[in-house]
Structure formats: structure tokens, C-alpha cells
């Protein structure tokens, strides 16, 4: 009986070591972006773990406002450690859903211009926005059109109101009425071209091949950074732009 107890505890002792050496060998030869316990680094390539870092920043109604303090700070940081400008803006309640916590502004560094800019958003949102500016948007402009991306067109971010400006009362809320959705129109290139949903999505012409497959590129790569991804291919209402956001559910359409 003894013997067998002392079998057992080796046989544990053992089996610890190798989970301790497994996790060893994980935490120092695998990529930085696929393991959940290493700090985000927005340089890094979008790995299986950068929409779990992401979502550490989210704040939610119920979150105390030192807790929306704090980790607005910590999402604040992330961004200034990669060469982004940011700073807090006032958070809003406008009343019923319409609520905005953790707000940030982007207001320059190494980060592809928004047009117009001074938009408010919840800082998860801008750090989903610069993950795919770095990782999505810069290199498929190279890679497809030959020319970096000097800003991008939107049609804002913050919006009381609920999906497709509904006035129904059971109709969703729309994750714009939380600053926590972009919209985006068109991508400006440095070389003076202009890249837009409405009419590059499905267009016609010499480019339009180029074009058309760079706008799928964004989409693609946007639905690993963003929860939700919606464009002309979902419905008429995203004829002409590119709907991202950081909802809890997800869709890529």
C-alpha cells in the first residue's frame, strides 16, 4: 500500500515537471501574439490571442468609474508604447443607451489619419484600429496598389441611435450610440488615389480588379481584429462603407 502511494506521488511529481517544461519551451519559443499571459505589443502580427488582450480593455454600464479609470489608462499606455497619440476625452450619457465609457481620441503618432479626425471612441475600439492600420491596411495597400494609404474616410464613430437609425422601440441599439464602431468610406493613397466602398467594392475599369481585392483584403483582416464586420455583400445600408465594431457577438459579412 505504501509503495503504491509513493508510486503515485512520483508518478505526479513527474507528470508536474513535464506540464512545467511544456509550459517552459511554449512561453519561450512561441509567438508572442498566440499567448494570452504576454503583454499586448500592437508591432506584433494579429495572432490567436490578440482579440482576448483587446477585450482586457473593455469596460462595461456596470464597471465602477475607478475601474473605467484605470483600465482606460492601462488601454491608453498600450497605445502610447507603440508611438500612437492619444488622450482621454469626456466620457457621455445622453441618456438611455446612448453611453460612452472609456473614450479616447487619437490625435497623431505613428498611425494612419482618420478623415475627419477628432473622433471619440471607446479606447478598445482605437486599439483595434491601429492593430489593423499596422498589420491589414499599410501592408495590402503596398502589396496591392504600390503606394502607402494616407488617410482613411470615415463617417464617424459616435451616434445615438439605434441599427439602420431604427425608431422602433424593440429595434437594437447600434454600437455607435457607444462610440465602440467605425465607419469606414474610402481609403485616400499617398500617391493621390482614392480607394472607395461605393464605387471600388464591385467596380468597373482598369483598376478595378486591384481595387476590388484590396477592399476584400481590408474586410478580411478587419474580421480579425474587429467583432463585428459589415459591407455591401451584408445589405444596402453598408453600400457605401465598411462597418466595424467591438460588440460582443460576431459577424463577418
Known sequence: MKRDFADFWNLLWEAALGVCA?????NAFAPHQDLPWKPLDLNHPIGQATAAKVSD????????????TAVTEACMRTLREAGVQVERADDRDDGGFCVVQGAV??????????????LVMQCPLAVRYVIWDRQVLQPAAQEILG??????????????RRIYNSDQADARPSEHARANALDIAAVTLEDGRTVSIVN??????????????FLRRLRDGACRVFSTVLTPDYNAAHRDHLHVDGASRGLCR
Do not use: K
Request: glycine share 12%.
Open 200 to 213: 471600388d467594392w464591385n467596380g468597373q475599369g482598369p483598376e478595378a480588379e486591384p481595387r476590388a481585392r
Open 105 to 118: 481620441r487619437l490625435t497623431g503618432g505613428d498611425i494612419t489619419p482618420l478623415s475627419p479626425g477628432g
Open 57 to 68: 480593455f473593455e469596460v462595461t454600464r456596470a464597471s465602477a468609474p475607478e475601474e473605467v
Open 22 to 26: 511544456a509550459f517552459a519551451l511554449l
Open 147 to 160: 503606394s502607402p494609404v494616407a488617410r482613411v474616410e470615415n463617417y464617424g464613430s459616435y451616434a445615438c
